[in-house]
């Protein structure tokens, strides 16, 4: 069965940087993209961007252009989410999700991770 | 960016009453070649992670109950829960995958 499997809890200082794991298992690595869902707490769903486990190509919602990375390492199925320059508003619980099995290239997301909590406090 | 917008935000309905979602987009998410709206519904409880329960704005995810369905094209779409239960009780999200994907803000249902 599809199963993401996260990276646990990050606690981070404004202005550092936090790494997110994803390891993905039960079907093919690279013939579906990961997304990237964050939620802040008691707040609703922002999608962050995604990445072509096949050649790496990624796309970034506008407003974390430039402090967001995501990469993926197909040897262990793994993809990684880094973003910088942390500050309050970052604090959220974070998302990683797969397409669905029907329409593999669109984000209709029909498996999800289980959450990584990222805290940002002084 | 396309901005999906939910109404109401919160609701509260009986057991076994029905219970209806709004949701609009600001541009149409209907692709013409296919004539197929790019739109999809979520499920969310507390500390979970969202559960798809439609996609392409009226197909049923495969083991989704039956008194879950989607209607509408375009803009405008309804998520509706023909009879609700109490593991009904959660938070449910229309989202765009037309282009760069984007989330309604979410609408809480409850029991009345």
């Known amino acids: 069965q599809v199963q993401l499997v996260q990276s646990g809890v990050e606690v981070k200082k404004p202005g550092a940087s936090v790494k997110v794991s994803c390891k993905a298992s039960?079907?093919?690595?690279?013939?579906?993209?990961i997304h990237w869902v964050r939620q802040a707490p008691g707040q609703g769903l922002e999608w962050m961007g995604s990445i072509s486990a096949n050649n790496g190509y990624t796309n970034f919602a506008q407003n974390l252009q430039g402090r967001v990375t995501m990469t993926t390492d197909t040897s262990t199925s793994t993809a990684y989410m880094d973003l910088r320059s942390l500050t309050s508003n970052d604090t959220a619980v974070y998302y990683c999700?797969?397409?669905?099995?029907?329409?593999?290239?669109?984000?209709?997301?029909?498996?999800w991770g289980q959450g990584t909590l990222v805290t940002v406090s002084s | 960016d396309i901005v999906m917008t939910q109404s109401p935000d919160s609701l509260a309905v009986s057991l076994g009453e029905r219970a209806t979602i709004n949701c609009k987009s600001s541009?149409?998410?209907?692709?013409?070649?296919?004539?197929?709206?790019?739109l999809a519904w979520y499920q969310q409880k507390p500390g979970q992670p969202p559960k798809l329960l439609i996609y392409w704005a009226s197909t049923r995810e495969s083991g989704v109950p039956d008194r879950f369905s989607g209607s509408g094209s375009g803009t405008d779409f309804t998520l509706t829960i023909s009879s609700l239960q109490t593991e009904d009780v959660a938070v449910y999200y229309c989202?765009?995958?037309?282009?760069?994907?984007?989330f309604g803000q979410g609408t809480k249902v409850e029991i009345k």
């Open positions: 989202q765009q995958y037309y282009s760069i994907e984007t």
């Open positions: 039960g079907y093919t690595f690279t013939n579906y993209a």
């Open positions: 999700a797969r397409g669905h099995p029907t329409v593999t290239t669109l984000g209709i997301f029909a498996y």
């Open positions: 541009q149409s998410v209907l692709y013409s070649s296919n004539n197929k709206s790019y």
